[in-house]
T-cell receptor
Framework: DVKVTQSSRYLVKRTGEKVFLECVQD?????MFWYRQDPGLGLRLIYF???????EKGDIPEGYSVSREKKERFSLILESASTNQTSMYLC??????????????FGPGTRLTVL | GDSVTQMEGPVTLSEEAFLTINCTYT??????LFWYVQYPGEGLQLLLK?????DKGSNKGFEATYRKETTSFHLEKGSVQVSDSAVYFC???????????FGGGTRVLVKP
């Protein structure tokens, strides 16, 4: 079974702090994604990566950056957390068939609260 | 750009009732369509998918048919169980856009 793990289930940070959210997948998938989930808005793509050291902006990249130094790990970074970044963050991965058309496998999510 | 619209919840049903969740999409081409489910406290899991017009996806008693003429992919289940209580997301993928687009999610609560 594909497993996608996220470093924390719950996280509480203060405004202005630098926040790292880590995601690891164990199926050698090329593609990895970061989404945020907010009530009524569904999932919105923040950043994605199709290869090591490669990243592309999604729909809402402002205030975020990412790092992919190893194939299995994709980190989301909030350089200076703000209260409007309080949300559920979901990581996903997928194999490299025609990009993105195959199933995406999701982690359990990290619920981040910024005070 | 692409968009996915699904009915707002919550949808509250009794056990063994019939469930329908409507989903429509807009796209310039012919996207692949998905239903994902999120059980309480968990991440999303793929429930079913369809990759071309008139395809029917099915899994765990759920079904959805890709209707190009109405740009819809409605989810149905004939007899729901309490364990079907979850949030359901419709999503589309179009190669030109190269990403999944999700609807807002529909919370379903099944009461015994």
């Amino acid at each position: 079974d594909v497993k996608v793990t996220q470093s924390s289930r719950y996280l509480v940070k203060r405004t202005g702090e630098k926040v790292f959210l880590e995601c690891v997948q164990d199926m050698d998938h090329e593609n990895m994604f970061w989404y945020r989930q907010d009530p009524g808005l569904g999932l919105r793509l923040i950043y994605f990566s199709y290869d090591v050291k490669m990243k592309e902006k999604g729909d809402i990249p402002e205030g975020y950056s990412v790092s992919r130094e190893k194939k299995e790990r994709f980190s989301l970074i909030l350089e200076s957390a703000s209260t409007n970044q309080t949300s559920m963050y979901l990581c996903a991965s997928s194999p490299d068939r025609p990009r993105g058309t195959d199933t995406q496998y999701f982690g359990p999510g990290t619920r981040l609260t910024v005070l | 750009g692409d968009s996915v619209t699904q009915m707002e919840g919550p949808v509250t049903l009794s056990e063994e009732a019939f469930l329908t969740i409507n989903c429509t999409y807009t796209a310039t081409g012919y996207p692949s369509l998905f239903w994902y489910v999120q059980y309480p406290g968990e991440g999303l899991q793929l429930l079913l998918k369809a990759t071309k017009a008139d395809d029917k996806g099915s899994n765990k008693g759920f079904e959805a048919t890709y209707r190009k003429e109405t740009t819809s992919f409605h989810l149905e289940k004939g007899s729901v169980q309490v364990s079907d209580s979850a949030v359901y997301f419709c999503a589309s993928f179009e190669a030109a856009g190269n990403k999944l687009t999700f609807g807002g999610g529909t919370r379903v609560l099944v009461k015994p």
